[in-house]
């Protein structure tokens, strides 16, 4: 339970160039089977119970792959403030949390309190132009030592799905 906690995103100058292109893409509103299949791939790679493909909207964000998939496309929509991908989009680089709990900055997320979500990692998801859209993530209950070749691995899955995104607009 949130223990009254301040969480601050951070500010995104980017948003609404990403809400612009992510509409352009057909992207972003609707789940994609690839990218559950992608996210399915990292989970098996990584270990972890949970993996997604992340598009950051302006007001949302929209989980289009997830594994396990099967998850309805009205609760696939989550407040920008649920989770870590925010922080992945600004920043333009992977994000690695062993223990969320350990950083004051995100222990006091949503996602920790009502997923329980302890352990993060993300890499950013850009198209073609190197613009971050979203994020490739995996996530699981108990902390873990993700290791190097997790963030490797997250990494360069981020990296396949560049042409991918641009091959499922409208899907």
Do not use: I
């Not at 089977?33 to 929209?62: E, K, S």
């Amino acid at each position: 339970m949130n223990t009254g906690r301040l969480l601050l995103l951070p500010d995104d100058p980017e948003a609404p160039e990403r809400e612009r292109r992510l509409a352009a893409l057909g992207l972003g509103a609707a789940p994609v089977p690839a990218l559950d299949a992608h996210a399915a791939r990292l989970a098996a790679g990584a270990g972890a119970p949970y993996a997604g493909v992340n598009f950051v909207h302006t007001d949302h964000q929209y989980l289009a792959g997830l594994h396990p998939h099967g998850v309805p496309a009205a609760a696939r929509r989550l407040p920008r403030e649920h989770g870590f991908c925010t922080y992945v989009v600004v920043r333009r680089r992977a994000l690695v949390l062993d223990d969320v709990r350990d950083y004051p900055r995100f222990s006091p997320n949503e996602a920790v309190d009502l997923s329980g979500v302890h352990a993060y990692l993300g890499a950013p998801l850009t198209d073609h132009d190197g613009f971050v859209l979203g994020t490739l993530w995996a996530a699981a209950r108990e902390p873990r030592d993700w290791g190097r070749e997790a963030l490797a691995l997250v990494k360069t899955l981020a990296a396949e799905l560049a042409p991918l995104v641009r091959g499922t607009g409208g899907a």
